[in-house]
């Protein structure tokens, strides 16, 4: 019984995979079993992963494309590892990496996924994801929290559950695995920065989306905000204006920011209960509010009127006189409200 159980789909990956299995195998916790897995690959991938000798290794070849959901899925099943690692054949893992996130989990047993923070190669690029639980599960309301190549998961929790990927949400399958897993336990992030991830035209999750997928997103990220909230009772029209909130990537009408602040101005005005502190909740939904007043401009003084109007946080004297100027200078335009 290994200790861990890495999972690597791999497909057309022959620029990089080597550096990134002999990261794997340079590991300095050596208590784990590799499962790699060859997604029809139509280059060299194949032969760079027989050409390693290494009995950790389980090499499955698939002839035709069955997708790397499918392939984790298939990991899941075969993994015999306490805990559940990913990778993926294109970044490098720190040799600490392993022997981090296991001490950590084994410490922390109230802890189901730990995650680390990461750079981009070639660009030295630090990305700080939040690091503590509550941090984590709020962030989580307007980004993903992880990145999935770094975390380590309790495969117990996966198991007990029946937890599995959901092919449905493909590419945002990972996000919604960690809406599942939210509800079963606490989410950690290693400040350490213990995984290279390279970015690329054929990364899967930089690939452009299609309706379906983007739906599919969308019902994701609405199942998270309904859960997070469950205590406030969100009408749909209510959930989906807090997804507006945190995720609209335009400026937003006044008719749009009205809404937010009344509803906003509802649930902060009560006391509730959320999987973090309350005044977290409150500090967040006035720190987004206000930046959409900041950003939503083009409808003039009324963005700042609106501001004034739902002042739910402590904005400084600085960044109120900023809009303030930021709106004047476009109260002559009137656009998108009334």
């Not at 298939?74 to 054949?89: E, V």
């Not at 997928?213 to 009408?235: C, G, H, P």
Request: proline share 4%; aromatic share 12%.
């Amino acid at each position: 019984m290994p200790a861990i159980s890495v999972l690597m789909p791999v497909y057309n990956a022959e620029q990089y995979l080597r550096e990134s299995i002999a990261s794997i195998l340079s590991q300095r916790f050596v208590d784990f079993e590799f499962f790699i897995f060859n997604d029809g690959s139509t280059d060299r991938s194949r032969d760079i992963i027989t050409s390693f000798n290494d009995p950790r290794i389980h090499f499955i070849d698939f002839s035709d494309n069955r997708g790397y959901v499918t392939l984790l899925n298939l990991g899941l099943q075969k993994a015999q590892g306490k805990y559940i690692a990913r990778m993926d054949a294109d970044d490098v893992a720190h040799p600490d990496r392993f022997q981090k996130q296991f001490d950590f989990l084994e410490t922390n047993p109230e802890y189901v996924v730990c995650g680390t923070r990461f750079s981009v190669i070639d660009r030295q690029d630090v990305v700080e994801l939040p690091i503590d639980n509550d941090d984590i599960k709020l962030k989580m309301l307007y980004i993903t929290p992880f990145c999935h190549p770094s975390v380590m998961m309790r495969a117990n929790t996966l198991q007990s559950h029946d937890i599995v990927y959901d092919e449905y949400y493909m590419p945002a399958e990972d996000h919604e695995l960690w809406v599942r897993l939210a509800g079963y336990g606490k989410f950690a992030n290693l400040p350490e920065v213990l995984l290279n991830y390279r970015i690329h035209d054929n990364n899967v999750s930089l690939k452009k989306r299609d309706h379906n997928q983007l739906e599919s997103l969308y019902k994701s990220r609405l199942t998270y905000i309904n859960d997070f909230f469950i205590d406030v009772s969100l009408k749909p029209a209510e959930a989906a204006t807090l997804h507006t909130l945190f995720f609209k990537e335009e400026s937003f009408s006044y008719d749009e920011l009205l809404t937010c602040g009344e509803l906003l101005q509802r649930i902060t005005l009560r006391d509730h209960t959320y999987p973090v502190a309350s005044e977290k909740v409150n500090d967040l939904l006035a720190e987004r509010f206000f930046y959409r007043c900041t950003t939503s401009t083009d409808i003039g003084i009324k963005s700042f009127i609106l501001a004034r109007k739902f002042e739910f946080g402590s904005q400084s004297f600085t960044a109120k006189l900023k809009l303030l100027i930021k709106a004047l200078l476009k109260y002559s335009k009137p656009v998108g409200g009334r």
